[in-house]
Structure formats: C-alpha cells, structure tokens
C-alpha cells in the first residue's frame, strides 16, 4: 500500500490542493498515521498539543471535500511532531504490532519446531550411541586383559583339574563380558546407517528361534558342570573374538557417521536454534515497547548463522576462548553473530598487520643491499 502510495505521490504532488477537492490518496495514508499515534499517545498518557489533535481531528473531518493546501500542511505538521514526540515507536511498527505480530510470529514458531524436530532426536541418538561406545571399549579392555590373565593361569588345555575359585570366577566373569559386549553391539548397532551385518556365527543356524536360542546359549554360556577350564576358555575366547570383530566394525561405522552428523550438520542447526532464540527475544522486547517492524534482515540472519555453524569448527581460536562444548559454541554464533564477525574482522586486521609488517622489513632489507 505504501508503494502505491509513493507512486501516486510523484504524479500528483505536482498538482495544487484545490479549495474544497477531495484529498489526494497518498494523504490517507499520513491521515491513518497521525490517527494512530494520537490513539497511542491517549493510551500511554502522552500528552498531545490541543493544536495537533485538532489538525488532525480536522483533518478527518474535511478528508472527503472540502480539503485545503492548509489542512494538509497541519495534518503533516501535526504528524511530524507526534512522530518525535512518541519516537522510537513510529506509525508503521504501530500498525505492524496490530497486523503483522500473528504471521510473524507463526514463522518463528514453525522454524523452532523444525529445528527441535531435528535436533533432539539427533542429540539423543549421539549421546546413546557414544555412551554405549563407552561402554563397548570398557568391556573389550576387560575381555582382552581377563583372556590375557586366564590363559596364563589355565594354561594349554591338557589340564584336567578343576580349577580354584577365583579362576572360575574370572571365567564367569569372562563369558559375561562377552555377552554384555555382544549384547551392547546389536543395541549400538540399531543407531548406526547403514547396519552392520551380524556374523552367521553370531546368528546360528536355521530360522528356527529355538534352535537359534540354544546355538546362542551353547556360544556364551559355559557349560555345566564346569570341570575343563582350559577348554570352556579357548571356546569362549573364539566367540570372543567373533563377537569383538563385530562390536568394532560398529565403532567404527558409529564414529564415522556420528563423528560427521556432529561436525557438519549438528553445528548448522544449533546456529540456526540460536537465532530463533535471539529473534523471539527481539520480537518480545519490541512488541513489549511496540516498535515492532517486520524486516527482511531476519531472513539473511538466518542465512548468515548457517554459515557461521558451518565454518566455525575451522576457528579452533575461537572455540578454545569459551569453555563450552562446539555445538554450544554453535548456538551462540547463531544467537550473536556479531561476535562471530567481529572475531572475523579481528584477524583479518591481523593478518593486515603481519603482511604490512613484512612488506617493510623487505623493503628495508633491500635499501641495505
């Protein structure tokens, strides 16, 4: 509408205000204006000249005929006083907090819960996976030194006798690692995309399930009476270390696609997540003081904040001045990109610094020459 309004003002401003004509239609929209800064200044206890209340007033009054050169110079009059008076809050942030709060704000929502929609389930998914990741190498680093220790106690399988207590409780507890760490392999292995394949011999025969279930419990259960030690430990060591190639090959698949979900995509949307949190602030703080006005910088905030996330992992001097995690940092380059650029210009003049720096050495060691 107010480009309309700028285009009729250019045709017709050259045009006199004839005694008792109908007022040109850009002066509608000033009328419009000054009516709601006076109904703003009423509500907030502004108190308004009786001379620009009455330019205005009249100024209603004669819109439709009897309009003068003298109307419109008060009404314009009356409106530029109201607009200094009742600054920062403006005409057009009046009719923005009225018209433009809802859709505005309906957009930030929706990009709020895109984002959530993301990034808590990419979070979640992270933190399962490097905790079970944890856990897999502990039990690994235990299996591997328990085989190291049962093979040097036991000795080659040609030991017949029964065994002491602790020997029997370190291969007790030797086959439960194997199974934790088997057990926490096909749960890891439900995060990983594409899955690894389970080893057949992790599997067993057939597609029987009871028939799986006893080859299964034949592989990681020791077999009762437990009298030849040697041998119960050289077959679980076996399923040990099929069961070891499978938790690693998981690791590092887990690695791989976690490892790039948190460097490259994570970063992004936490910078994102941060100007939606820095636009809502604003918003409320201007809808709060109604100098609210929609504005198309929002858009390349967004744009620059994604941006930022993707190359602020190659800062490692900026991410080592806070002590917070890379996507935190994220978040907040996303929520302050002001700080972000201002780190930016910082080197820049360093590395101004530096060149000019060795411009003039150069030059000053070929004048010696």
Known sequence: MRAECADTLAEESANPIAEGAKAPRYFLDALQDAERLMKYAAETGVTIAPETRSAILRARSDFDGGWTEDVAAQLLTALTELADKLRPVTA???????????????????????????????????????????????????????????????????????????????????????????????????????????????????????????????????????QDLPTARDALTLT??????????????????????????????????????????TFEDQMSNRTFVPSAANSARFLIAAIGGTVIGLFGGFTSQVSASPLAIAFLVGYAVEVFFSFLEGLIRTFTKTGSAASAASGAGAGKS
């Open 92 to 226: 057009g942030s009046l009719e923005a907090c009225h018209s433009d709060s809802r859709p505005t704000m309906h957009i930030y929502l929706i990009w709020a819960i895109i984002l959530s929609a993301v990034i808590i389930p990419a979070s979640i998914c992270t933190f399962i996976s490097s905790a079970i990741s944890d856990s897999m190498r502990a039990d690994i680093t235990t299996a591997n030194a328990l085989a190291v220790k049962l093979t040097s106690e036991l000795g080659p399988p040609a030991r017949t006798d029964v065994g002491t207590t602790t020997e029997v409780a370190e291969l007790q507890e030797y086959a439960a690692t194997v199974r934790a760490l088997y057990a926490r392999a096909r749960r890891l292995n439900a995060f990983v995309f594409p899955h690894v394949t389970v080893p057949q011999q992790l599997v067993g025969p057939g597609d029987n399930p009871n028939d799986r279930a006893k080859y299964l419990k034949s592989k990681f259960e020791l077999q009762i009476p437990l």
């Open 240 to 281: 040990y270390q099929d069961v070891r190639f499978f938790a690693q090959n998981i690791m590092s698949d887990t690695g791989t696609f976690y490892g790039a979900l948190n460097s490259c995509i994570l970063p992004i949307l936490y910078a994102l997540l941060g100007t939606c949190a820095y636009l809502l602030r």
